[in-house]
Every structure is written in C-alpha cells, then in structure tokens.
C-alpha cells in the first residue's frame, strides 16, 4: 500500500493526501476495473508515439491529420504541443495540416533550437509542396524566441512564413487588458 | 439615518449591509473630514464635465491630453470611455490623441449612432488634419459593431482608418484561449 500511494504521489499533481485517498479508492475497485486501468495505462505507454510526419502524439503510424487527404497539405501550423494543436483541431476551422514541436526554445531551461523538432520540419519543407507555414507558438517569452528563430531559419527558403496575431482577446474590454498586450494591439492594428 | 442608508445603497456595487455599515462608519467621522468627503462629491459633480474636444471626463475646458502641443493630433484613437482611455495613456507609449465616444452602439440596449459622440467625431475629422485614425473600442460584440459602424462612416473621407489587433494575449498559452479568439488570431496572422 505504501508503494502505491508512493508511486502515485510521485505524479504531477498529485499530493501525499490525494495519493492516500486514490489508493484507498483503487484497492476498493472491482479486480476487472482495476485491470481495465492498468491495461490502458500499459497500452498508451505502449502504443503512443509521434506521428512520423508532424510528430504529435497519435496510436498510429500516421496521425489522423496528416493521414487526411482532404486536408491542406501545403500549409503547415507550427505549434509547440499536441494540445496546442487539439486547441486549433476543436475549433473545426483550420484545414491545413501541423508540425508539433515537442517543445520551444528557452535558453533559461537549456533547450535549445536542437531539442525540439526544428530539424524535422526544415525537412519537411525541402520534401514537401508547402506555400505557408503558420508559426503558432505561444505568446510567451519562449514562444516568441521560437518564432523569431523559426522565421529566420524559413526566410531564405522562400516559403510564406506568418505569425498568429497578438493581440486583445475576443470580448476583452480595454480597460482589464495587461500594458503589453495593449501594444501589441496597436503595434499589430491592421487597416479597415 | 435611514435616507442616509438608502441613499447609499442606491449606489452601483452598494448593496443594504454595506450601506449600512458605510453609514455607520461615516457618523463617527470628525466633522472635518465628512466635510471634505461632501465637498469632493459636489466639486467633481460640478466641475467634471467633458473635454470639448475629445470627450473625454476632465476638469479642465479642454483636456490634458488634447491641450498637450508636443502629441500628435493627427492620429486619433476612438475608445469608448475614458477608462479605455486611461488604460492605454497608463501605457506611455502611444503619443497620438483620443476621441472617446461614451459608449457604444448597442441594438440590444437601444444604443444607437446618435446616442454616443460620433456625430462629434465626424465634425472633428472635418476639421482638423487628421492622418490616421484607430479604431480602439472593446472587443465585444457592441465594441465590434461600432468599428464596423465607423470604417464605414470615415472610408468615404480617404482618412486611413486602422483597428487594434485582435488574438493572442501576450503570454497566452494556446490550450487555454477560447476558440474565438484562436480563429481571429489565425484569420489576422501577419507575414514575418
């Protein structure tokens, strides 16, 4: 029981307490149940990996994106994980495809250009047809570096390279809205 | 001691029980200082008027901003109350002037073109030197109909007319910003 609470306390977000009390509720469970989560929890470890071609997390060779013929090819969104790409995937409206980065450059953390999946895209880009690569990293500090860095690398291959927009979120009201954010939205103010 | 209770919590965000102990607390007072509480609240009910200019609250003829020499009174941006206003002066960094309309138009709450200062505005851009004007109102959906509702009115001018950037809050993670938002970001991505 102490290994138990132990192994489970040891995952994120999980404290002593609710490891004590998930224990508790586990070794209540009925023995089918039990072995039902354990089968899961084996099967992912087992079967999830990267896609071979955007390098999200998928149980098949090619994601179901990337696999999806009626889908873009020729435009590829830049993300820096699998649910940044599911955030994109939900809203039902993008018809491109995804390079997932696995990460995003942050020299404070010590990864570094060589650490994510830079050298995968920029092959990517010499094998395949592409017009536009949408870089969509997040709007934090390491996303920002990500995107300069990748923007740069594209440049000289001609491809169209563009930045999500930074800006006011939808239904923002000015006067909650942080200093940076205002600038960015001003600086990006686009004409009408 | 009960008009004095009801006055109170006919205030916005005063509800019985805080009027009740404001005015508890306001009858202990010095003399002096409830005095000087009065004599504020009739001062700026007096005084606080709007600019002539821009509309914006003030307590001058013509406010700080627009009677300042050294700001650029060629570019204007509309917001829609002084709040907004002040939000984007707290920033420093934006040295044109301001229209501010007090209000937006509103079909729900019967808010329409003539119910806030655009009318004002029109005769502003008539008569001064105007290069550019941005378009800052809020991003809400009354916020959105009237920067629709004035790029139309001031198109016909040839003044250039730009709107604030809408999208990503700087430091926003992808995973956690409403679809809206991610879909706006992506249809005003810029080319880098």
Redesign the interface.
């Known amino acids: 029981m102490n290994r138990l609470v132990d192994e489970l306390a040891s995952l994120p977000g999980i404290g002593e307490k609710s490891a004590g009390r998930l224990a508790d509720h586990l070794i209540r469970l009925p023995r089918e149940r039990v072995q039902r989560l354990t089968d899961a929890i084996t099967d992912a470890r087992e079967n999830v990996h990267f896609c071979s071609k955007c390098y999200t997390l998928t149980d098949t060779e090619i994601c179901p994106v990337c696999s999806n013929d009626t889908r873009d090819h020729g435009t590829i969104m830049i993300?820096?994980?699998t649910?940044?790409m599911?955030?994109?995937e939900?809203?039902g409206?993008?018809s491109g495809v995804y390079h997932v980065l696995q990460g995003a450059i942050s020299p404070m953390l010590g990864i570094g250009p060589n650490d994510i999946r830079l050298k995968e895209l920029m092959t990517r880009l010499q094998n395949e047809e592409v017009s536009e690569v949408?870089?969509?990293t997040?709007?934090?500090l390491e996303g920002e570096t990500t995107?300069m860095y990748i923007?740069k690398l594209i440049?000289p291959t001609g491809i169209?390279?563009?930045?999500?927009?930074?800006?006011?979120?939808?239904?923002?009201?000015?006067?909650n809205?942080?200093?940076?954010?205002?600038?960015?939205?001003?600086?990006?103010?686009?004409?009408?």
Request: net charge negative.
């Open positions: 993300v820096e994980d649910r940044d599911q955030a994109y939900k809203t409206k993008y949408i870089i969509a997040n709007s934090s995107a923007s440049k169209k390279v563009t930045r999500i927009a930074s800006g006011v979120p939808v239904g923002g009201d000015l006067e809205i942080d200093e940076i954010t205002l600038l960015r939205a001003l600086d990006g103010r686009v004409e009408l």
